[in-house]
């Protein structure tokens, strides 16, 4: 299993719409093969922070997810609301 940690600092006056267009990513991506866990998460502290926290099966189904059309047609639009890129990283369970 493979964790991926992908945080999002979006511009002021942008949360919601944000929220809104992620909401649609993961909907869809949960509904994907390999897809254990998907969720968007606010940070309590700055409310500007939003963070995805997904558990995927293999790198195989992340790759596909990567490559999958809602993925390519939301995540530049996410990029539009986004104060500085999107910072991802990936881990697996020692």
Not at 41 to 67: C, G, M, P, S, Y
Request: hydrophobic letters at 40%.
């Amino acid at each position: 299993m493979i964790t991926i940690v992908a945080k999002c600092v979006v511009k002021e006056g942008k949360v919601e719409e944000f929220k809104a267009l992620a909401k649609d990513l993961v909907n869809e991506s949960r509904k994907e093969v390999g897809c254990i866990s998907y969720s968007l998460n606010q940070d309590l502290n700055d409310r500007n922070v939003l963070t995805f926290i997904e558990k995927w099966e293999n790198k195989e189904a992340i790759e596909l997810h990567n490559n999958s059309a809602h993925f390519t047609r939301i995540i530049p639009k996410l990029g539009e609301f986004q104060e500085k890129g999107l910072e991802v990283n990936l881990y697996e369970r020692v």
